[in-house]
Each structure stands twice: as structure tokens, then as C-alpha cells.
């Protein structure tokens, strides 16, 4: 017949036992978000202009029959790294309270999704 105890959460004895005290630790935000680190922020930013400066080079160095494929390199490289900076701006607004209902968050918000659709 099972045992319809409740059973208290607990080390076992065997590891040393006593009563296990569960308590709330604080956290910087963006320890659920990695990648809103801000390393890794920088280092995205980073790696988005080095996108853009190789894609330049190999425009300014390209052959004439390869020239209009370059530009549209560069130009995607550069609405990728805009859609990247406004979506960024919408995360900095939301770390700093402002929410969905604050008009610059909305503007903020639309012209992100419209980089967005852009690179495309």
C-alpha cells in the first residue's frame, strides 16, 4: 500500500542530510537572455561591421561583371546590421521599463520591424 505522507524536501543523509532551505537569489536580467549579454552585444555589433567593411572591400576590389552583385552584398550586410541596432534600441527601451504601451516603444517597435523587412 503506497504512503500517502507528503515528503518534506530534504539532503539526503547520506550526503549530509539537513532540512533544505530554498531561498531567491538575485540575478542580473539578462542571466535568462545570454545573448543580451553585454559582451555579447559588442560582439555581435562587431562582428556585423566586419560583415559590412568585408563586403565594401570586396566591392571596391571586385571585377566589373561581379559589381552588382557586390552592392546588393553590401547593401544586405548594411539593412542587416540596421535591423540588428533597431531591434536593440526596442530591448534597451524594454530594460528600462518602457513597455508596449509607451508611445516610443511603439514607434521604436515599428521601425524595427520595418529594418526587419527590409533585409529581406
Known amino acids: 500500500m ?10 539526503p543523509a547520506a550526503l549530509g542530510g539537513g532540512k533544505l532551505v530554498i531561498q531567491p537569489v538575485q540575478v542580473p536580467a539578462w542571466s535568462s537572455k545570454p545573448s543580451r549579454r553585454p559582451y555579447a552585444i559588442q560582439d555581435a555589433l562587431k562582428a556585423s561591421q566586419q560583415t559590412i567593411d568585408t563586403a565594401r ?6 571585377k566589373a561583371e561581379q559589381i552588382a552583385e557586390l552592392k546588393a552584398r553590401v547593401a544586405a550586410a548594411e539593412a542587416h546590421d540596421a535591423a540588428f541596432k533597431a531591434v536593440l534600441k526596442v530591448e534597451e527601451m524594454e530594460d528600462a521599463g518602457k513597455g508596449k504601451d509607451a508611445p516610443e516603444w511603439v514607434a ?13
Not at 572591400?57 to 571586385?62: D, P, R, S, T, V
Not at 521604436?108 to 533585409?119: D, G
Request: glycine share 4%; with cysteine; hydrophobic share 40%.
Open 2 to 11: 503506497l504512503n500517502k505522507e507528503a515528503i518534506d524536501p530534504c539532503v
Open 57 to 62: 572591400k570586396a566591392l571596391a576590389e571586385g
Open 108 to 120: 521604436a517597435a515599428k521601425a524595427a520591424t520595418h529594418a526587419q523587412r527590409r533585409k529581406r
